[in-house]
């Protein structure tokens, strides 16, 4: 099958040939090339003898009929399936045979591929080189897209690089539209720490800690937004499994107080508040040199305001978020507690009608289609218990008209954060107990 | 232009000494093998490695020529006391004789033009060495064999160096603290190729050596680095010459430093092997060439450069294209003359280093690599399953045609730029300046 394979692929490129000029390109012996050109007349025809030849005897020149490239060319990928076949099979057994982490190959196109958007991307200043360096990455990703489902470590590579190319768009992005969302960015954080952990487990952590790396070192770190995703990445990263990982995300965190402190900014209470559990996690961790370097960093970080003691409500608020969708959900929630609310989620309806009749909530916030109870069958419950709470209705579909008995406020799942919610709330809960102190 | 610098005064004294040393002995090698008397050479190089050092110490007020004297005399008390060496002593007594007639001859004020002025520490030296500079002169032959190379590479193969405004082509030397590079190589030595232009094309290569660990080993390793600015950096980007600044390529650029290096190591094997004048140690500078080529792109290594898999992509595009252009009836009688031509057309043309590097990563991904011939069944089923693409290969092929016809190089990458990523099925993106 591999002579053929590669036979016909030669009469493909070259289309007009001789036998000779078949075991060159190919590699195939020439006897070889002889007998397939032999089983496979339907593709070619004789255009005689070629001038060249040598020793007396001249070599048959062959052209590929014209009407057969197409079937040419199937038969070129049924071998091809084949080949796929046998070596995802092969691949398979080995996996099987040595355990879940079989030593396979991760082709060099795509270390470059994620060396170009993990460092070099970092390095560049225009946007003609940046997306120079995207081209790159897909030239050198693309053709191993399909390889990507038999062979774990390229997958793993491949899911890195897709975290890491999504990354750069949106550094670009920001740049010119600064009002990238946190949804964004919280969707993000997942990827990048599953992407890390397939690394880890394909015994690839110099690339995990590369991704890691640029996602701190990135251009936009002065953004707050950016700045603000980077450390929960890091908060979480600081308890991975991995040595390695910790110590690329405690470093990090240094490299985020440096930047804090240079550039006079303040971060959120709590930001600050991650920040510095992120720390005392590290702090702790059974490795001395992580040990170490995190009771340097605090050090270095005392100059954050200290207001946001571990543990005490930062708000007196309670706001309720009901949604199905547990991701989205969360990350609303994780967005009013940087406002400085006390926020909690429910992604059960009913369960949530019962958390509403069992204690005090100051605004519920509710997703329109949901499983069991929709948006609008769940608020008219909560009226037909008198309850008063205000109610904001949220919809994939933009906002919507709503009943004014049942709701404040009908809010747009695309662009919940940061305005338009957080001035509904503010509206009619008032500003977090936080900033009421603070002004 | 800009003004040529050389290293300073005191570490010129060390590269002097220890150039003079290190060549003298070696060319007594074969000598001492003979009469098994390797540690012997060994220990007396050792003696001269530790007596230069203190060169980087000596005050400026004492010529290079007095203490390279000075230096060698102390070294020869020192052998002549060791008894080690007394096996082997009329060996011995030669090599140390024709070292010390060779510092002898060494002369500041025969070489200052400013004579009786002579290298003080002070600004003139560089112009001084730039003129004459005998203290250097075994590395600034070098950078001449490696130039001239070079440029006979390049009239002989190119279809443009013709008509190129020829770079003025300046050398200088530079003495750095650290190893140059981060390529896992015991070899202290670097290059970089800076352009100005300001008024008509001009390059400027720079050596730089770490001065204390300036050895053999650094020493054999400097041709190579020659060559690799020389053909790969100093004509680039001068056809036509529009007048501009060029700008200097970076270190992950797959044409300019993995393409065209496997040009420039080609090059110099080729030279050595036919012992050309100026390479004085064919075999051995031709082996640390080749062992400091490999290492750059060796991403296996434990400590990788962390430009290793850029290289890769250019140095395999570039065998792979070779490879393609040697099984191509058209062009396999004299694929070697294609693939230059190719190359040193499009290093040379001002095409912007972005397409360049573009084109190196297409040619990679769209060219199978060709398997060695012990390859396993495994592998073989691999590269047919995953790095194999005849139909994409057949499109390739059908660019290299019509540019063996037309010779027209740039449209040539431009529709090589214009194909898009192999295999991407629904998930490409394609994105432009235009965004």
Redo the contacts between chains.
């Keep these: 099958m591999?002579e053929r394979?590669?036979v016909?692929?030669?009469m493909?490129?070259?289309r007009?040939?001789?036998a000779a000029?078949l075991a060159?390109?190919?590699?195939v012996n020439l006897n070889t090339v002889r007998v397939v050109l032999g089983r496979e007349k339907e593709f070619w025809e004789d255009l005689g003898r070629d001038a060249s030849g040598q020793r007396g005897g001249q070599f048959l020149r062959y052209r590929v009929k014209p009407e057969k490239f197409g079937v040419l060319?199937e038969a070129?990928d049924g071998?091809?399936r084949d080949?796929?076949a046998?070596?995802?099979g092969?691949h398979k057994r080995s996996s099987d045979e040595s355990g879940s982490n079989a030593t396979v190959d991760v082709p060099?196109?795509l270390?470059?591929a994620e060396?170009?958007l993990a460092?070099?991307f970092t390095e560049t200043t225009t946007?003609?080189?940046r997306?120079?360096l995207?081209?790159?990455a897909?030239?050198?990703?693309?053709?191993?897209?399909?390889?990507a489902s038999s062979n774990p470590a390229c997958n793993s590579h491949l899911q890195a690089l897709e975290v890491l190319r999504e990354v750069c768009l949106i550094e670009i992005a920001q740049e010119s539209e600064p009002g990238i969302g946190p949804v964004a960015f919280a969707v993000l954080k997942e990827k990048v720490l599953k992407a890390a952990d397939a690394l880890m487990n394909e015994n690839a952590p110099q690339q995990a800690a590369f991704l890691l790396r640029h996602v701190v070192s990135g251009p936009l770190v002065e953004s707050d937004t950016t700045l603000q995703w980077k450390l929960h990445v890091l908060a979480q990263a600081v308890s991975h499994e991995s040595l390695y990982t910790r110590l690329v995300a405690v470093l990090a965190l240094g490299k985020i107080v440096d930047r804090i402190q240079l550039n006079k900014t303040a971060l959120p209470p709590y930001e600050e508040r991650v920040l510095r559990e992120a720390l005392r996690v590290s702090a702790a961790d059974k490795d001395d040199e992580i040990r170490k370097s995190a009771s340097e960093i605090q050090q270095r970080a005392e100059f954050l305001r200290s207001t946001s003691p571990f543990g005490r409500p930062i708000s007196a608020q309670r706001l309720l978020v009901v949604d199905d969708q547990e991701n989205v959900g969360r990350v609303i929630v994780e967005q009013l507690q940087r406002f400085g609310y006390s926020a909690e989620f429910e992604s059960d309806p009913t369960k949530a009608l019962q958390r509403i009749e069992g204690s005090h909530f100051d605004l519920v916030i509710t997703d329109y289609k949901m499983k069991g109870l929709n948006g609008l069958e769940l608020a008219k419950r909560i009226r037909d218990r008198n309850h008063n709470i205000p109610l904001v209705l949220m919809s994939g579909y933009g906002p919507v008209t709503v009943d004014n008995d049942l709701f404040v406020a009908s809010v747009s799942k695309a662009d919940l954060f940061p305005v338009e919610l957080r001035d509904v709330i503010t509206k009619h809960v008032g500003v977090p107990q936080k900033q009421k102190q603070l002004a | 232009m800009s003004a040529v610098t050389h290293l300073p005064l005191n570490a010129r004294k060390v590269v002097a000494s220890r150039l003079l040393a290190l060549t003298s002995l070696r060319r007594q090698q074969p000598q001492f093998e003979r009469e098994d008397a390797v540690q012997t050479l060994a220990g007396i190089e050792d003696l001269y490695l530790r007596q230069t050092a203190t060169g980087l110490r000596s005050q400026n007020s004492v010529p290079l020529d007095r203490y390279v004297l000075d230096t060698f005399r102390i070294v020869s008390q020192q052998v002549q006391v060791d008894t080690t060496t007394q096996d082997h002593a009329a060996l011995v007594d030669s090599v140390l004789q024709t070292i010390d007639a060779q510092a002898s001859s060494l002369s500041c004020s025969s070489c200052s033009y400013l004579a009786p002025t002579v290298c003080n520490g002070e600004y003139s030296d560089d112009q001084i060495v730039e003129r004459s500079g005998i203290c250097i002169l075994p590395i600034t032959n070098m950078f001449r064999t490696a130039l001239s190379s070079t440029v006979g590479c390049y009239q002989n193969f190119s279809s443009i160096f013709g008509s190129a405004t020829c770079p003025s082509v300046d050398f200088s030397t530079a003495a750095v603290q650290k190893r140059p590079h981060d390529i896992p190589v015991p070899y202290y030595v670097g290059g970089v190729t800076n352009y100005h232009d300001s008024a008509g094309p001009n390059s400027q290569v720079c050596l730089c050596l770490c001065i204390d660990e300036f050895e053999w080993e650094t020493y054999l390793a400097m041709m190579y680095v020659l060559f690799h600015e020389c053909v790969c950096h100093v004509f680039q980007g001068t056809v036509p010459w529009r007048g501009q600044t060029r700008q200097s390529t970076n270190a992950?650029d797959?044409f300019a430093e993995g393409w065209m290096d496997w040009i420039a190591q080609w090059l110099l094997i080729g030279e050595a092997d036919r012992h050309a004048a100026g390479i004085e140690f064919p075999a051995l500078q031709r082996d640390t060439g080749r062992r400091f080529y490999l290492a750059r792109i060796d991403?296996g290594a434990r400590r990788p450069s962390?430009y290793a898999?850029?290289r890769?992509?250019g140095t395999?595009a570039a065998e792979k294209l070779l490879s393609l252009l040697?099984?191509?009836?058209e062009s396999?009688s004299d694929h070697l003359s294609h693939f230059l031509r190719l190359s040193l057309d499009l290093n040379l043309s001002s095409v912007d280093p972005?397409g360049r590097?573009?084109f190196a990563?297409?040619v990679?991904?769209y060219l199978p690599e060709?398997l060695p011939s012990q390859a396993t069944d495994?592998q073989?089923?691999?590269s047919?399953?995953?790095d194999?693409?005849?139909?994409a290969?057949?499109r390739f092929?059908d660019l290299v045609r019509n540019y063996l016809q037309t010779n027209d190089f740039a449209a040539f990458v431009h529709e090589v730029a214009l194909l898009p990523?192999?295999?991407?099925?629904g998930?490409?993106?394609h994105?432009?300046?235009d965004?």
């Design positions: 591999n394979f590669k016909l692929g030669a493909l490129a070259l007009e040939f001789t000029d060159d390109f190919s590699g060319e070129i071998l091809q080949a796929r046998i070596a995802s092969r060099v196109s270390l470059a060396d170009a460092r070099r946007l003609g080189d997306i120079h995207l081209n790159l897909e030239i050198g990703a693309a053709k191993y897209r399909e390889q | 992950n797959a991403s962390k898999v850029a890769i992509i395999r040697g099984a191509l009836p396999k972005k590097e573009a990563w297409k990679d991904q060709r495994a073989v089923a691999s047919i399953a995953w194999e693409n005849p139909s290969v057949a092929a990523p192999p295999e991407s099925r998930y490409t993106i994105l432009t300046n965004l």
